[in-house]
């Protein structure tokens, strides 16, 4: 959904095992971002968002046992703009996790989630929008 696995700038066989890694965290993180978009109207407890968390980061540490292992050699193949690149493709996980944390620690409120939910819908719709037209005009 978040790129094809064959990237010729990462030519080391490591290299489809850090993309398969990143592509899920991408997808996990959509799933995320829609789902804060769904709750958005909804004020749910910080132990809920705790517990999205929880089992949010049990799934990462679960799909990044053979990214972890070959770590070294990707990590000695990519520069710093080649790391960068590699991880760009995760972006919504990202995002995800900042918008689930900040939520649970109260940096910000469900009010405000609320306030911005069309852009929080931009967010959660991109990567899927991404994918149809990928299927649209081919890879």
């Known amino acids: 959904m978040f790129g094809s696995s064959y990237d010729p700038q990462f030519p080391i066989p490591e290299m489809k095992t850090a993309n398969e890694y990143i592509k899920q965290l991408g997808w996990l993180g959509s799933q995320l971002l829609a789902l804060c978009w769904a709750l958005a109207t909804i004020n749910v407890s910080s132990s809920v968002l705790v517990g999205i968390g929880a089992v949010s980061g049990l799934y990462i540490f679960y799909i990044g046992k053979d990214y972890r292992r070959e770590f ?20 919504p996980a990202f995002v995800a996790i900042v918008i689930i944390s900040g939520l649970a620690v109260g940096a910000f409120t469900w009010q405000q989630m609320g306030e911005f939910k069309t852009e929080l819908l931009g967010l959660a719709a991109l990567p899927y929008a991404t994918w149809i037209l990928k299927k649209l005009l081919g890879d």
Do not use: E, T, Y
């Open 72 to 91: 070294p050699q990707i990590m000695d193949s990519l520069s710093k703009i080649g790391l960068l690149r590699l991880f760009a493709k995760a972006w």
